[in-house]
């Protein structure tokens, strides 16, 4: 047999000097790895108790709230807490989030109410900006307000109900505060109709609908959650959603077209902010876990049976949606010179 040990060398030892540069790249490849997922904080979020801020309990930003809060903590073993606050039209917890630390574990349930009314209604103190100061994370639910009316009162359809106003002159809505959807609504009727209305603003949609309940106010305008127990029990009337179609989350009540009020249209619409400069990939991990709790059949499922739509959506898409918002309502609060309670 014949060796060749000084080949059988060579080899070996090419295949050493072949390996050699090979080790300090990859030592490189994983430094640079380790050192981006290091500098990514979102590997490692959420690491604590995550709070979102809602506003008032009982309403619909407390329940939307709560639900996507139960399930994040479900999905990421985390505590996900739910602080409601009511009063000052959501303006108190929302400015408690604009001046949190931009890290994702301070969110707000964000509506019309403190982001959109509150420009005008506090424009001259309004301690935050809800497009400066907040990072838009995605939309989580959208609906339609229904007009109620208390059952003492003599009416049977919406066109009965604007007859007897005009004629009473003195009929008294409520609302969840001044410059909340509600108010709003009752404003737009009042506008596309003529119909005198006064309104009694309240501290929450709760206390707004105890007001009918209790006969301190003959109508109001809820969202369908809000007024679901109550009109299934019978104990208030609904006449119209506010929208130029039925709302998939209360088909039997007809909408504001088929009631013969054209132009009283006003959505619901909830979504979630963090401060600004909170990571973008922060928000984007936040926007993906939301998405897809509401992507879910079974949440879209028990939010229409609350009277609300799911509504998964871009951060960009909630951004547009705000400045849009803030384009169409100011100069209808403006007009009507609706001033912060």
């Known amino acids: 047999m014949v060796v060749y040990p000084r ?35 979102a590997a490692s979020f959420p690491s604590r108790t995550i709070r979102i801020f809602g506003q008032g309990t009982g309403s619909t930003a407390d329940y ?8 994040l903590s479900e999905r990421w073993g985390q505590p996900v807490i739910v602080d409601s606050r009511a009063g000052a039209g959501g303006t108190i917890p929302t400015d408690v989030v604009a001046k949190s630390p931009p890290d994702g574990y301070n969110l707000v349930m964000g509506h019309i109410g403190p982001m959109v009314s509150a420009v005008t209604l506090y424009a001259k103190n309004l301690p935050y900006d809800p497009v400066r100061d907040f990072e838009p994370v995605g939309m989580v639910g959208q609906g339609v307000v229904v007009l109620v009316t208390t059952p003492s009162l003599p009416v049977a359809n919406a066109q009965e109900f604007l007859a007897y106003a005009k004629q009473k002159g003195d009929l008294a809505y409520s609302s969840a505060g001044n410059g909340s959807t509600s108010h709003l609504s009752g404003e737009l ?64 009540i007809p909408s504001a077209v088929e009631a013969g009020i054209p132009g009283m249209e006003a ?32 949440t879209q499922e028990t939010f229409l049976k609350q009277g609300i ?24 609060i403006q007009a009507t010179g609706i001033k912060a309670d």
């Open 64 to 71: 939307l709230s709560r639900y996507v809060a139960q399930n």
């Open 267 to 298: 959505k619901l619409w909830f979504g979630l902010f963090a401060p600004a400069k909170t990571p973008k990939s922060i928000v984007v991990k936040l926007n993906r876990e939301v998405n897809d709790i509401l992507r879910r059949p079974e």
């Open 189 to 252: 009727l009042k506008k596309v109709t003529g119909i005198p209305l006064q309104h009694i603003p309240y501290k929450s949609a709760g206390n707004a609908l105890t007001a009918v309940l209790t006969g301190e106010v003959q109508v109001s305008f809820l969202s369908p959650l809000t007024a679901h127990g109550q009109l299934k029990a019978g104990k208030v009337k609904a006449l119209a959603v506010s929208s130029a179609s039925r709302f998939a989350g209360a088909p039997d």
């Open 7 to 41: 080949q059988w060398g060579t080899r070996r030892e090419a295949g050493r000097s072949h390996m050699k540069p090979s080790t300090p790249l990859a030592a490189a490849i994983l430094l640079v790895a380790s050192l981006a997922q290091a500098q990514d904080p």
């Open 309 to 332: 739509s799911a509504a998964p959506s871009t951060p960009e898409e909630l951004g547009d949606w705000v400045k849009s918002e803030l384009v169409r309502w100011t100069p209808i």
